[in-house]
């Protein structure tokens, strides 16, 4: 990833935190974007302490015109983007019966439309340019088994997963833009373990599921995105690749 720019939304944490690493760590120079600028700059200093050039950009995904503001941040600082993680994501645990307009909205919001507003806007700057720029999306497993408990969320990542693979069909026969994603199992230290793996009763229950037994972890899934931004994954357009230790899958009742 030797000099290549890469935006990570969500990037002050958790997986995006992670994968902003991985990727300064291979020579890129990232581009971390967040709603809080004091979180941003705390990850900034812990990648720059290791190795790389970091930009933050404060903004919501929620508001196209900070997207667009952090474009053109990125263009001013490093010239051009090379590639696109949409990782930012809200969620909570709430019964779909309960669940409020605000609440359902507000989690489609970041998950479903932040995305798109992200994939336009850097798709758009791509044909502009002629870049065959690479996005990868992060969903999860509830993106195609459904979530109970989280309808908002899982509603939202199956609509990431089909933006995922219509992008990457449009796009890539017209500009050579390949579009992944990766659906992540749950995985230590991010914002969905600490909101969905609560109670220490919760956290032995999910990773009872998990055939290899743990959660995973942030550099796990940033050694695989890096895998997806490298030439070895030229040929990779259109898929969504689980990294769960198998848990999506351990339904036997035996
Ligand atoms: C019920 C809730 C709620 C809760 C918020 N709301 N939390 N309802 N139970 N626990 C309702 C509020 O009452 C309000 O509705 C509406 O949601 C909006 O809440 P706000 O706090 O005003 O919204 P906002 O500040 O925009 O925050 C968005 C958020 C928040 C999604 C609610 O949690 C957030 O910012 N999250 C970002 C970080 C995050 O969630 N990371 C985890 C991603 S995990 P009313 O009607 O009262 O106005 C992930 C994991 C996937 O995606 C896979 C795991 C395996």
New binding site residues.
């Given amino acids: 990833m030797k000099n290549k720019v890469v935006i990570v939304t969500?990037g002050s944490s958790g997986m995006g935190k992670g994968m902003a690493k991985k990727f300064a760590q291979e020579g890129a120079k990232v581009v971390i974007t967040g709603?809080s600028m004091e979180r941003l700059q705390a990850a900034q200093e812990e990648i720059e302490q290791v190795e790389g050039q970091v930009l933050c950009v404060e903004m919501d995904v929620r508001d196209p015109d900070k997207v667009q503001y952090t474009i053109e941040e990125t263009k001013k600082r490093f010239g051009e983007i090379d590639f696109l993680v949409n990782n930012a994501?809200?969620?909570?645990?709430?019964a779909a019966e309960?669940?409020?307009?605000?609440?359902w909205?507000?989690?489609v919001d970041?998950?479903l439309n932040g995305t798109w507003y992200c994939s336009q806007a850097v798709g758009k700057e791509w044909i502009k340019t002629g870049k065959k720029g690479r996005i990868l999306n992060i969903v999860?497993?509830?993106s195609w088994t459904g979530g109970a408990g989280?309808i908002h969320?899982a509603s939202a990542?199956a609509g990431v997963l089909a933006m995922t693979r219509t992008l990457a069909v449009e796009w890539g026969s017209k500009y050579g833009i390949c579009v992944n994603a990766i659906a992540?199992?749950?995985?230590e230290d991010?914002?969905?373990?600490?909101?969905?793996l609560q109670s220490e009763e919760a956290r032995k229950q999910v990773l009872k599921g998990v055939p290899l037994g743990r959660p995973g972890r942030p550099e796990e899934i940033a050694g695989l995105a890096k895998f997806l931004f490298s030439a070895e994954a030229d040929y990779i357009n259109g898929d969504c690749i689980t990294m769960d230790g198998g848990a999506w899958l351990n339904r036997s009742p035996f």
């Fill in positions: 969500g709603r994501a809200g969620n909570f645990m709430c309960d669940l409020s307009i605000n609440g909205n507000s989690v970041i998950v999860t497993t509830y989280v969320s990542k992540p199992g749950p995985i991010t914002g969905g373990s600490a909101k969905l």
